[in-house]
């Protein structure tokens, strides 16, 4: 009875929610301590006190009406200047209310831009790694998706596959930096080469190309790591974000969208965005979450990285030490690492016997490798330290 | 740059919401008292008390990295759980926690069940008038709307027309009860029809067609009206529910799926909702708003509707004193009365320039109406009381 478009997508479901129903099943045989669970980014450092504060301080000062009730589309007014004064602080921009539209998370956020540009056929190329969803997102709206070739060299960007990739069909181009699955931070040196190949391929196809920049992991840095601003390297830039890693609000679903005035037709991207955030059935980004928000980017409300940044040191350390390869990530909270045999499901599999689970490359378009997340408890990743040597002997040191 | 698509949808966009801003501006310059907006559903009695308890609670008592994560794309089991309970004692049911997919509103449960359904070209029958955004939601999935004229005699359905219209093509209906923009409640006869023609339809096409019921004005009765439970009618049906207009909470986008055992391959369909949910960009309904409403489900919390129930009489017998004409309403909180002259748009305007805003009959595919949405201040529709004198003076007594 269902869409032959559901069809695939129920069957090749996804790798990482299915791992994280096979962690709960496994938590609930052997008990929560005995299972290793690497595969979903659902952060474990709670949200930051103030936002329960700020919660229960609007549901006792604001009116109830106005906080759970219907407001524009496109968000709280007050809410949106918030956000625009912020990003303007933090990253030298000029951005005001109406360059920002309140969504469901980024990838409520991903799927209203998406809406707003795609016409059938049109091509959006995203660079391996990426987030596997981007594919269904694309699809949703009958666009093609091109993946640009992982260079695992240092899993910055293929700029030179992707230069010989854009065509006249191209019309959006979606990177996620800091990136999951690798951690790694996309360098100031790339993010300029990136904008100067869509600059070019702009100017000889008489197009416009738009830099989707998915940046839930922007706070996500470490080691003094910086992820550079786009909206500043490149005209035509759409930025989504969301509070779900940064506040530790994942089930939230709160975020927004960056349309600056720099972009092609802004105010018409505006409208759209607008429209598409009503019809897609989203109709608002949660009311009382938006209110939150408000007052924590006002307070300047940050989350403390610091548990993340040391399971990173203590997981990246020891794997290395182990013999596992893998890119030193500076940022998000994720490792990527090389499987030590070719065939990364007998790895995920054998970890698997040892409770441990992660998600396979594939899952992100690059065979041959495992994402760990290391949002988790430090306890987790000491405990699971015995495991990994495991099957280190099993498969590096045979 | 945006889509061919949203370029139309961007143009027509919704005439309610335009309402919504026109009526914002009125209020900025005549100040609140003076302007009568009566343009959105946008409900003026505050949620219960127990509902801002419940997020204060929740906040205090539950873990923060439980309330604020991820859980399952289709919600918290325990708060499905509850649900299902609670349709169980009220409807006579059996449904249980897998029948229930927790959702962005009843907007985001009709795009997830038309996405999981709608092959492109798949027929969707809508009986006028009706909502207008069910044009959109058909259409984001390719589907083909067909739209039963009004029966301006009861707005019951037009069953006979409904009937002719049916095709081996047709995958859906979507009625909308209690009805918006009625306000009537469809009786079990007519339900028992229509549950009838569906059946004989589904025999003599070998095709199941599908009841999709959106019901978030399921509580908003009066005069002892009852809408009834229509999986119960027709095993194909599936609800869209929605806690917006039932706990004045439409800002924050909750309400569910109900896909019940007896709809054919339902199982089939609870994994395609699962999965819509995800990449549509929900992921999943936000997070606390669940829990909210998992405390309140148990706890049988309800809005007192007696504050609407004072605005439909007031405004009804007023209205039809003056002359207007007008079904009487059993639910929701709206009146759609017959505009005294043709073109709707007349009567529209002339009401603008009293500062009574009104939604056309045509934005619900219905033209020769008003729509009149009484959730307002009880002051609203007093003060309001002698402009529509005015309008009657103009269009009726003239």
Known sequence: MISEKMKGLVQGSSVIRAMFEEGKKLASIYGEDHVYDFSLGNPNVPAPEQVNQAVKGIVEEEQSVMVHGYMSNSGYEDVRTAIADSLNRRFDTRFQRDNIVMTVGAAGGLNVILKSLLNPGDEVIVFAPFFGEYRAYVENYDGKLLVVPADTKDFQLNLKAFE???????????????????????????????????????????????????????????????????????????????????????????????????????????????????????????????????????????????????????????????????????????????????????????????????????????????????????????????????????????
Do not use: W
Not at 276 to 289: D, E, H, K, Q, Y
Not at 330 to 342: D, H, I, N, Q, R
Not at 345 to 365: I, Q, R
């Open 164 to 398: 010989s990739m854009i065509t006249s069909a191209t019309k959006a181009v979606i990177i996620n930096n800091p990136n999951n699955p690798t951690g790694v931070v996309y360098s100031e040196h790339t993010i300029r080469n990136l904008a100067e190949i869509l600059n070019r391929k702009q100017n000889e196809y008489g197009t416009e190309i738009f830099l989707i920049s998915d940046e839930p992991y922007r706070e996500l840095v470490y080691d003094g790591a910086e992820a550079v601003y786009l909206t500043k390297y490149h005209d035509n830039t759409i930025v989504a974000y969301s509070y779900s890693k940064s506040l530790s609000l994942p089930g939230e679903r709160i975020g927004y969208l960056v349309i600056p005035d720099e972009a092609a037709d802004s105010q018409e991207i505006q409208s759209a965005a607008n429209v598409a955030t009503r019809i897609l059935g989203f109709v608002n980004a949660p009311s009382l979450m938006q209110r939150v928000i408000g007052r924590c980017v006002k307070a300047g409300v940050t989350t403390d990285i610091t548990p993340y940044d040391r399971n990173r040191k203590l997981l990246y350390e020891n794997l290395k030490r182990m013999g596992f390869e893998c890119v030193r990530p500076e940022g998000a909270f994720y490792l990527f690492v090389k499987t030590p045999t070719e065939d990364e499901m007998e790895f995920v599999n054998a970890a698997k016997k040892y409770n441990v689970l992660l998600v396979p490359g594939s899952a992100f378009h690059c065979p041959g490798y495992v994402r760990i997340s290391y949002c988790v408890s430090e306890n987790t990743i000491r405990n699971s330290l015995p495991e990994f040597e495991k099957l280190a002997e099993e498969f590096i040191k045979k």
